[in-house]
């Protein structure tokens, strides 16, 4: 399972809880889109992912987001690109990319999938020629429900859902790979 979780905004922690703290846990990829905060919170989230799989290296994917410490800036960058179970990632935090930056950023990248954070609202759109998905914050939602996403390699591409710290599915979606 890949988790993709965004907009952390802690400061001495991971402050993963529910559903949430299991996907981490359980994950064999987790893509963080941004906005830990302090690289406390970033060791954090980088000790929890994968801690409970069988795999026997997980990875933890992340970007710095608007609101990183330069400490955290001089260790992820503002863009990366991850190929896992034959799909392609574009992952950015999105506070510098409008929908049409987006777009041909993850044209240019060859990507199936586009994952950004900042808005805080949790949400996927296919309606554009790569598909985004935006985790929402799972610790920091704001207006927005708190969640985080949980997609499932497939033969022809990913199964997603957007789901709740809670365990609550309320939105699922498929990415088709080609």
């Known amino acids: 399972?890949?988790?993709?979780?965004?907009?952390?905004?802690?400061t001495d922690g991971h402050r993963l809880t529910g559903r949430t703290r299991e996907a981490v846990r359980r994950a064999d990829l987790?893509?963080?889109?941004?906005?830990?905060?302090?690289?406390?919170?970033?060791?954090?989230?980088?000790?929890?992912?994968?801690?409970?799989?069988?795999?026997?290296?997980?990875?933890l994917v992340a970007v710095h987001g608007n609101n990183a410490t330069p400490a955290v800036r001089e260790r992820l960058p503002a863009t990366r690109v991850v190929d896992h179970a034959g799909t392609r990632f574009v992952v950015v935090h999105g506070?510098?990319?409008?929908?049409?930056?987006?777009?041909?950023?993850?044209?240019?990248?060859?990507?199936?999938?586009?994952v950004v954070g900042h808005s805080h609202e949790p949400d996927f759109r296919a309606?554009?020629?790569?598909?985004?998905?935006?985790?929402?914050?799972?610790?920091?939602?704001?207006?927005y429900r708190?969640?985080?996403a949980e997609l499932d390699p497939t033969e022809t591409g990913l199964d997603g859902r957007l789901v709740l710290p809670g365990g609550e599915v309320f939105r699922e979606f498929s990415v088709t790979v080609e």
């Open 127 to 143: 309606d554009g020629p790569v598909p985004v998905l935006n985790p929402g914050s799972y610790a920091d939602p704001r207006w």
């Open 95 to 114: 506070h510098g990319h409008d929908a049409t930056a987006l777009s041909l950023l993850a044209r240019q990248e060859g990507a199936d999938l586009a």
């Open 30 to 59: 987790v893509v963080h889109a941004g906005d830990f905060t302090t690289e406390t919170v970033l060791d954090a989230v980088e000790a929890a992912a994968g801690a409970e799989t069988d795999t026997a290296d997980p990875e």
């Open 146 to 148: 708190p969640a985080h």
């Open 1 to 10: 399972m890949i988790t993709v979780v965004s907009d952390t905004h802690g």
